[in-house]
T-cell receptor, first 112, second 117 residues
């Protein structure tokens, strides 16, 4: 079945550095991916998405890269700030409406 | 515009009791989905409602149920609570039913944290 997984459960970076969070997926037919950010005490918040016809998509301080050859995507956060501390999830939609398949999440800690 | 609102935010129940959680979607959103989040299992899909009908269901026992009202507000109910039901229950809304994509992306509420003693 479908699955998405993250490589590292935790990531600690220095404030101002760039952060890279990785995610692997299993279904070569997957065509759409979403990154969510979940801060403590809050629900997941949409960050950025990417379709499989793209290799790269940029947002504000965030970039998502998609490598379909190795079924891997990454979220890059530039100039990481304390407010970026959160758990980050990659997700892909299931064919069932309303259903997302989430990875286990990477907890990003930003050291001042 | 207001986001997805979930009530109550926190609640404590004992085994065997039942609980009802409420979700008000973003205005104009007609689809409501529910998820359970636990440290061990992560985020797992419970069910989706659209136009007052349950359209999709995850792999949860029948103790978990829900409904949607004509104003798109939704409730979920868990009967005969077990210790393992302790979790953060998240509601998410989207414009329309169907596969999540683009403008139909899921927007989550802050969740209802249920503790079963």
């Amino acid at each position: 079945g479908e699955s998405v997984g993250l490589h590292l459960p935790t990531l600690s970076v220095q404030e101002g550095d760039n952060s890279i969070i990785n995610c692997a997926y299993s279904n070569s037919a997957s065509d759409y991916f979403i990154w969510y950010k979940q801060e403590s005490g809050k629900g997941p918040q949409f960050i950025i998405d990417i379709r499989s016809n793209m290799d790269k998509r940029q947002g504000q301080r965030v970039t998502v890269l998609l490598n379909k050859t190795v079924k891997h995507l990454s979220l890059q956060i530039a100039a990481t700030q304390p407010g970026d501390s959160a758990v980050y999830f990659c997700a892909e939609p299931h064919n069932q409406g309303g259903k997302l398949i989430f990875g286990q999440g990477t907890e990003l800690s930003v050291k001042p | 515009k207001a986001g997805v609102t979930q009530t109550p935010r926190y609640l404590i129940k004992t085994r065997g009791q039942q609980v009802t959680l409420s979700c008000s979607p973003i205005s104009g959103h007609r689809s409501v989905s529910w998820y359970q989040q636990t440290p061990g299992q992560g985020l797992q899909f419970l069910f989706e409602y659209f136009s007052e009908t349950q359209r999709n269901k995850g792999n949860f026992p029948g103790r978990f149920s829900g409904r949607q009202f004509s104003n798109s507000r939704s409730e979920m109910n868990v009967s005969t609570l077990e210790l393992g039901d302790s979790a953060l229950y998240l509601c998410a809304s989207s414009l329309a039913g169907g596969r999540t994509s683009g403008a139909n992306v899921l927007t989550f509420g802050a969740g209802s944290r249920l503790t079963v003693l």
